[in-house]
């Protein structure tokens, strides 16, 4: 399986699609815009850590391709990147 094909990214991208379609048909149903745009955000926010996850991800599976297996260490200084890069 791909990295980017993990679990936890697909879990993720299947539940924004969940929230998406939700979205969808509050539209369709005339609901109120502000319960509406409430729910766009909460779906751009997890798409945004979604997005998050595949980066810090592919980083991180390319790194152990050129140097090897990564010392705990370096995957802790990794996941720091990967908070900070949430700021992007």
């Not at 539940?15 to 729910?39: F, P, T, Y």
């Amino acid at each position: 399986m791909s990295h980017a094909a993990s679990p936890d990214l697909l879990n993720r991208l299947k539940r924004a699609q969940g929230h998406l379609a939700k979205i969808i048909e509050m539209v369709s149903e005339g609901r109120d815009g502000l319960q509406i745009a409430q729910q766009m955000q909460a779906v751009v926010s997890a798409l945004d850590k979604t997005k998050t996850l595949l980066v810090t991800d592919h980083i991180e599976h390319h790194l152990e391709d050129l140097v090897g297996p990564l010392p705990r260490a370096t995957r802790e200084e990794l996941a720091k990147l990967g908070e900070l890069a949430r700021y992007l």
